[in-house]
C-alpha cells in the first residue's frame, strides 16, 4: 500500500512537473498571463457549477412564464439569470414528463454545458457511459439507480455540435410549500444530464 | 489520405460499468486544474480555434490510454508546436530556446471573467434557405469521412427525422483543416433507437444527433 502510494504521487509529480514547464515556456514567450490561469482556475473551481443550473431548474418550477420562455429559447431564459458564455452559448432546455425521459452525452468529447453545470465529472468525459448511453441507455440508468418502465420513452441527446442541452427534470411530489430556494437544493447535476432524479423533499441536500 | 480519431465512442463495446464520483469533486490532482487553465489561456490567443483542438486530440495515438486531461495536454503540446508557437525541444527542457512568435491576443487576469461570459458562439446570419423542414425525414452520410468530423459512425446511413432547425453554424469539416467557417444550416435529427441498434435495441429509444446539413440529404 505506501509502495503505491509512492507511485501514484511520483506520476502526479510527473504530470505537475510537465504541466509547469509548459506554463514557464508559454509565459517567456508572452504568450499568456500567468495570473490569468489563476482566476480560470479559481472561477470554475468556486465560481461556475451545477447549483447555477438548479437555480434555473427551480425557477422554471416555480415561474410557469419563466418555463414557458426557458423551453422555447433556454439562451435568453439562461441569461436572464446571469449564466452566460463558454460552452452554453447555444442552450436548449429539454423537459421530462411522465412518458419521456431525457438523457444528454456527448459521445465524440465531452461537450456540456458549463455555465450552468460547470466542468463535466470523469464518468461524463470516459468511454463507459460515451460508448452506452446511446446504445444501453436503461442499463446507464440502473447503474445510476434510476429505474423507468419500459413504457417511458427515452431520448438521449448526443452533443455533436455547438448547442448545449440543459435537461429540466419534473418537479418532485409533495413540494407544493417549499420556496425557490429549498427547490434548488433537490435539484442534482445528474438530474440535470439525465441520468439522475431530482432529491424527493425528504433528503434535502 | 486515411483519418483516424480515437474518440468516436457511441456504441461502442467493452468498456465495462460507468464509475461515478460525487458532485463536490471537480479535479483529481492540481495539475489537471493547470491544463485546463493553459488550454483556455492559449485558446484565447485566437491561434486555433475548437475543431481544430478536438482533431489534435482525438486523433492522438494514445488516446485510449490517457486520462482526459492528459489527452488535452498533450493537445496543447501538439497544437503549440505545428502552429510555430514553441519547439518540441523548449517544451522539454521548460524554458524558451527560441524567439517567440506573434498571437492575436493575451487574455489578461482582468478580461477572464468578461472573456468567458462572452463565450465563442458559433450561429451565422442566413445566406441561404434551410434544405430541409421540421418533421422531414433524411439520411446520413454514409462510409468514411476522411477529416474530422462530427457525424458519429454510429449515426451513418441511417434513416431520421429533422427534430429542429438551429440555423447555420460554423461547419466543424472545413474549420478544423483551416478551410474556414463555412457555415452550414444545422438540424437536429432523432433516430429510431431499432433505425441504429436493430430489432433487439431496448424498447422506446430515440437517440439525436446534431447534424449539419452536409451530413443528410433527402429522402425520396
Excluded at chain 1, 87 to 103: F, L, S, W
Aim: glycine share 8%.
Amino acid at each position: 500500500m505506501p509502495h503505491d502510494a509512492h507511485d501514484d504521487h511520483s506520476e502526479l509529480g510527473e504530470m505537475d512537473v510537465r504541466v509547469r514547464a509548459l506554463q514557464t515556456v508559454l509565459a517567456q514567450k508572452g504568450y499568456i498571463d500567468p495570473a490569468a490561469l489563476d482566476v480560470l482556475i479559481d472561477t470554475y473551481q468556486t465560481k461556475i457549477g451545477p447549483r447555477n443550473g438548479a437555480r434555473v431548474v427551480a425557477r422554471a418550477w416555480t415561474d410557469a412564464a419563466f418555463r414557458t420562455w426557458l423551453l422555447e429559447d433556454a439562451s435568453a431564459a439562461i441569461a436572464s439569470l446571469g449564466y452566460t458564455g463558454r460552452q452554453g452559448e447555444h442552450m436548449i432546455a429539454v423537459e421530462n414528463t411522465e412518458t419521456r425521459h431525457n438523457m444528454v452525452v456527448c459521445t465524440l468529447c465531452s461537450c456540456y454545458p458549463w455555465p450552468v453545470l460547470g466542468l463535466p465529472p470523469t464518468w461524463y468525459k470516459s468511454a463507459p457511459y460515451r460508448s452506452r448511453a446511446v446504445r444501453d441507455p436503461r442499463g446507464v440508468l440502473a447503474e445510476f439507480g434510476v429505474h423507468l418502465p419500459e413504457s417511458t420513452e427515452i431520448r438521449v441527446w448526443d452533443s455533436t455540435a455547438e448547442v448545449r442541452y440543459l435537461v429540466l427534470p419534473q418537479r418532485p411530489e409533495g413540494t407544493e410549500a417549499l420556496s425557490e430556494e429549498e427547490l434548488a437544493e433537490l435539484v442534482t447535476r445528474d438530474s440535470m444530464i439525465g441520468t439522475g432524479l431530482p432529491l424527493p423533499k425528504r433528503d434535502a441536500r | 489520405m486515411t483519418y483516424t480519431s480515437h474518440a468516436d465512442l457511441g456504441g461502442k463495446e467493452g468498456f465495462g460499468p460507468v464509475v461515478q464520483e460525487p458532485e463536490a469533486l471537480k479535479f483529481h490532482a492540481p495539475w489537471e486544474q493547470r491544463a485546463l487553465a493553459l488550454t483556455l489561456a492559449m485558446g484565447a490567443t485566437g491561434t486555433w480555434n475548437i475543431d481544430m483542438t478536438r482533431s489534435a486530440r482525438e486523433t492522438l495515438a494514445d488516446y485510449d490510454r490517457l486520462t482526459y486531461y492528459a489527452i488535452w495536454l498533450k493537445g496543447l503540446g501538439r497544437l503549440i508546436v505545428e502552429h510555430g508557437l514553441a519547439e518540441r525541444d523548449e517544451i522539454a527542457a521548460g524554458r524558451m530556446l527560441h524567439g517567440a512568435a506573434p498571437v492575436q491576443r493575451v487574455l489578461n487576469a482582468h478580461d477572464v471573467p468578461e472573456t468567458l461570459a462572452r463565450g465563442t458562439p458559433t450561429a451565422r446570419s442566413a445566406t441561404t434557405a434551410a434544405r430541409f423542414a421540421l418533421g422531414e425525414r433524411v439520411r446520413t452520410r454514409a462510409g468514411e469521412i476522411p477529416h474530422h468530423t462530427r457525424l458519429p459512425r454510429y449515426a451513418r446511413g441511417k434513416i431520421g427525422v429533422v427534430d429542429r432547425v438551429h440555423g447555420p453554424h460554423v461547419f466543424p469539416d472545413t474549420n478544423a483543416q483551416g478551410l474556414g467557417e463555412q457555415p452550414q444550416w444545422l438540424y437536429t435529427v432523432v433516430f429510431d433507437g431499432r433505425e441504429l441498434w436493430g430489432s433487439r435495441s431496448t424498447p422506446n429509444l430515440s437517440v439525436s444527433i446534431d447534424a449539419w446539413e452536409p451530413y443528410l440529404e433527402p429522402l425520396r
